[in-house]
């Protein structure tokens, strides 16, 4: 359905770009492959009893120290709202796969916990999983097409998380700063020091006390300093990853 576009969320007053031919075949046939491939993949997981979401959260949670995440930080990794992400737990719970855990001096702040079950759950669905993300996509690209398709998707991506991180700083205005940090931790490996992120006028360093200091300094409640800060391998794991153990807080 045709659709004026947008500037900033805000309509154009010029005539729209109406996409071309091979635009709209490039477009559409990315739309489809999307949702065909995670269909099929949701499917391949139906006999471990696990969805591609409830697969997607256990590996971010056993990759995470201590295997637990906050649950805002969860939001952000899966690209989910906290409400739905907060039934998409409820259902997991009763599953037996995650259970809550308060955080300490903050009452509103809530943790997601990998169980033992749900642990055993994604070792035991994991192999099968990565088998059929290669047989339904990577085993039918060259590397050459993979690389490529890396390249064309990384600008893209790019793109839209500035505009997620500008969204929710005109909201919340600390969390900008906050997921400068959040961002960072994703794309190196923050090994006892030697990286620096400048925030603002404060530039974090990896030593962990001053880092929470510094996010006070910065806005960020005092409660959330703490679980923005951690040890661990940052990248990201998801749908056709399997689990890799994280190092856990010293």
Known sequence: ????????????????????????????????????????????????????????ILVELSEAPLRRMRMTELAERTAQSRSRLSHQINRMETKGLVSREG???????????????GSAAIEEAAPNHVASVREHFIDLLDSAELAALTRACEPVLERLRLNRDRDLNTV???????????RARRQARLRGGGLAVLLGPVQIETDWEENAEALVRCGVPDTMAPFAIGHGTPDIGGPGVAPRARRAPT
């Not at 919340?172 to 959040?182: D, I």
């Open 1 to 56: 359905m045709p659709t004026q576009s947008l500037t900033d969320g805000v309509p154009r007053t010029a005539p729209p770009r109406w996409l071309t031919e091979e635009e709209q075949r490039a477009w559409r046939g990315y739309i489809r492959l999307a949702q065909m491939l995670m269909r099929q993949l949701d499917r391949d997981l139906h006999p471990f009893q696990l969805s591609l979401h409830d697969y997607e």
């Open 103 to 117: 955080c300490e001096g903050d009452k509103r702040g809530t943790f997601a916990v990998l169980t033992a079950h």
């Open 172 to 182: 919340f205005p600390a969390r900008g700063c906050f997921l400068q940090l959040l």
